[in-house]
Structure formats: C-alpha cells, structure tokens
C-alpha cells in the first residue's frame, strides 16, 4: 500500500510569490488534513477535509492560503503571496475515519517551503 | 483548549543510556495520547498511544503511560541505540467528534556510539 505522498519536498520561493504543495492520500481514506510546523514550534493543524468538503478549517492562518481537494482524492495548498512566516514544513495526512479514537493518521514525508 | 507540553531538546545521549522525554497535557474529557516519531529525511509515525487512564503504550522498546492525575504521558526506554535519533512529538486526541490531533514543541533525541 502507498503512503502519503506529498511534492515538492523542499521549495524555496520569493516572498509575493506564489507555491502549490500537493498531497496524495492513502487510497481509499476519507479523511485528509494538513498540519504545518514552523521553524521549532509545536506542529499546528490548518485544516481538515471529508472527501471533498471542508470538515474543519479553523486553523488556516489567513485568507493567502488555500486548500482544494476537488473530487475527494489529492490536495492542493496554495499560498498567495508568500510572506516570510510562512516558511516551515507542511504535513499531510490521511485517515480513514476522523471520529474514532482508534483511527491512526498516516503521515507524508512533509514539504519544506522556504520563502526569502 | 487542549494544550500539550514537553520538554525542549536536544536531549543528548549515549547508546545504551536510559532516555525519558516528558510530557504533559491540558484537556478536556479523556483525550487519547500519542507519541509520533520523526526520523531524519522521513514523515511523522505513530510510535504508540494510550486510549484511557493507566493504559501503557508500547513499541521498539519505548514505553509511555496515561497518568491521569498527574495529566502526563512521559517517554521512556530503558537503552537507545544510535538508530533512535530523531525528534519525538507529544500529542493528544479528544474522543468526541472530529477531534485534531494536538501537539507539542517536539524533543530532538541525539544519540552517540
């Protein structure tokens, strides 16, 4: 079975620039959530889909990021424009149902996005 | 709201040294508790996790236990090898709903031959 795949591995942008990070859930999982870490801070939760709709986004920092996950598989992050604090490394993650204790998060490899 | 709070690293040790990284949490209800573990160039695992009160936690030879009163879910293992370095995440779950997953400051572990 494949993991959770995320791309690209590491960006490095411009701040006013624009970057897409991409996440492939666990075939089959509903559920799929991006967290970020921040340069040696506690890893946050930005938000949460169910299939296609957006369950939770109380996290999302302000109204430059965007999340897309058309048709319930892959999402999208988008960040427009970049500022320097958005520099740190965006996780996602899978799970196959969100309201059961028992139900383990499958993490990716997380995407490092440096913005100068 | 849920907090979790751990120690800051580095924690620096030799191989076969006995290694505890703390944890502690605020919550409501009765969270579940997890440690996640992130190996250098790799994603987050789930390394073990307590669902209820006095439960122990257990894999590759680390062990946590769900302490309720004293709200801590401390990382324990009795000999680290070289291979256990990595950074060690602390973080809890609520029961009721969709719950996300909260988490600490991580604990960077550096283990020497």
């Known amino acids: 079975e494949a993991g959770v795949t995320q791309f690209p591995s590491h960006s490095v942008i411009e701040k006013g620039q624009t970057v897409t990070l991409r996440c492939d859930p666990i075939?089959?999982?509903?559920?799929l959530y991006w967290y970020r870490r921040v340069m040696g801070k506690e890893i946050k939760f930005l938000l949460h889909?169910?299939?296609?709709?957006?369950?939770?986004e109380s996290g999302m920092p302000n109204n430059r990021f965007l999340a897309e996950r058309t048709g319930g598989t892959y999402s999208t992050l988008k960040v427009q424009p970049a500022e320097l604090e958005d520099s740190g490394v965006y996780f996602c993650a899978s799970s196959q149902t969100a309201n059961s204790y028992n139900s383990p998060l499958h993490f990716g490899n997380g995407t490092r996005l440096t913005v100068t | 709201g849920n907090s979790v709070t751990q120690m800051e690293g580095p924690v620096t040790l030799s191989e076969e040294a006995f290694l505890t990284i703390n944890c502690t949490y605020t919550?409501?209800?009765?969270?579940?508790l997890f440690w996640y573990v992130q190996y250098p160039g790799e994603g987050l695992q789930l390394l073990l996790k307590?669902?209820?009160?006095?439960d122990k936690g257990s894999n590759k030879g680390f062990e946590a236990t769900y302490r309720k009163e004293t709200t801590s879910f401390h990382l324990e293992k009795g000999s680290v090898q070289v291979s256990d370095s990595a950074v060690y995440f602390c973080?809890?779950?609520?029961?009721?709903?969709?719950?996300?997953?909260?988490f600490g400051t991580g604990t960077r572990l550096l283990v020497s031959p």
């Open positions: 973080a809890l779950k609520g029961n009721t709903g969709f719950q996300k997953l909260v």
């Open positions: 075939s089959g999982h509903d559920n």
């Open positions: 889909f169910v299939k296609e709709s957006k369950q939770d």
């Open positions: 307590a669902t209820k009160a006095d």
């Open positions: 919550a409501t209800g009765y969270p579940s």
